[in-house]
């Protein structure tokens, strides 16, 4: 049986968990432990399973374990082993019989200088309301009912300003956004360090893509390509939800939308969350916003 463990994690009652984290290179990172093992997972909505990192988990797996190819940071990673886990356990909040993918990490962990355990994806948060908040650092785990209602009955501290409704396609939420007035489709993916911009988009889209230098980056396959970086101007869900410009990368996200399983024509990371206090609830499908404090300077 195995538990995996959040050694800072507030406990709030039964239902709700709050957990603090540090942002390395723009990835959010949380301090666990696992089997034994002490040490920083990233928190990745783009990957679709429990991701362990090879070089510090047994990988004798059982007979009928299965390959697969899954998706997260940044690019596809092919044919990973499947192990299943019967218990994870976070400070009281136990989830039964879960996935888990088991490859080799060892470059991450070389080029953020972090000790990585794994990745924690969409089998593991789908079944709570996940508040990403970057202006405390934390993360707020809510267990959820079979129709999406919070079990915890209480509020958060700020009010909700906004919302609005997303697509889930396979794992991957997909929200409609407008760069000025043209609609596209972008993945929303906590382990992007940087929003991504196919670049094959039109040009019409392109023209509000300012670039600014060239960007060599290490995909969790170990995959290395060099890209166009710079700022997207004029980016917004709704005429109340909108955004500063952001960084963004231009890349071809072909392999991606093969792995989404849907077309998407870019990808918002790190500088949406950076800017929005974000609640992502799965099952009812819908992104919540939430105030700043009145304090904030």
Request: zero cysteines; hydrophobic letters at 40%; charged letters at 25%.
């Amino acid at each position: 049986m195995a538990s995996l463990y959040f050694p800072h994690a507030e406990i709030l009652n039964k239902h709700t968990t709050r957990i603090p984290f540090k942002l390395i290179d723009n990835l959010i990172v949380i301090e666990a432990e696992l089997l034994n093992k002490k040490g920083n997972f990233i928190v990745d909505t783009g990957s679709e399973t429990l991701i362990l990192n090879k070089a510090h988990f047994e990988t004798r797996i059982p007979h009928n374990a299965k390959t697969k190819q899954t998706s997260g940071v940044i690019d596809v990673i092919d044919y990973p082993i499947e192990k299943r886990l019967k218990q994870f356990k976070i400070k009281g909040l136990i989830l039964e019989d879960k996935n888990s993918d088991v490859i080799d990490l060892s470059h991450i962990e070389t080029s953020k200088k972090i000790h990585l355990l794994g990745i924690i994806g969409y089998n593991i948060l789908k079944d709570y309301e996940v508040f990403i908040d970057m202006y405390l650092n934390q993360i707020t785990l809510s267990k959820l009912d079979s129709e999406g209602q919070k079990l915890d009955p209480r509020g958060y501290l700020e009010p909700i300003i906004d919302t609005i409704n997303f697509k889930l396609k396979k794992h991957t939420i997909v929200l409609e956004t407008f760069v000025d007035k043209h609609k596209l489709k972008f993945a929303l993916d906590t382990g992007a360090e940087y929003n991504q911009l196919n670049k094959s988009t039109s040009k019409k889209v392109l023209n509000y893509f300012y670039p600014s230098k060239r960007l060599m980056l290490v995909g969790a396959s170990g995959k290395k390509i060099e890209v166009l970086a710079g700022k997207l101007y004029r980016v917004k869900l709704t005429n109340t939800i909108y955004f500063a410009p952001m960084e963004t990368i231009l890349t071809n996200l072909n392999q991606m939308n093969e792995a989404f399983g849907t077309s998407i024509d870019g990808v918002l990371g790190y500088e949406f969350f950076r800017q929005q206090r974000t609640i992502i609830n799965y099952k009812k499908e819908k992104l919540y916003f939430v105030e700043y404090p009145l304090n904030k300077q």
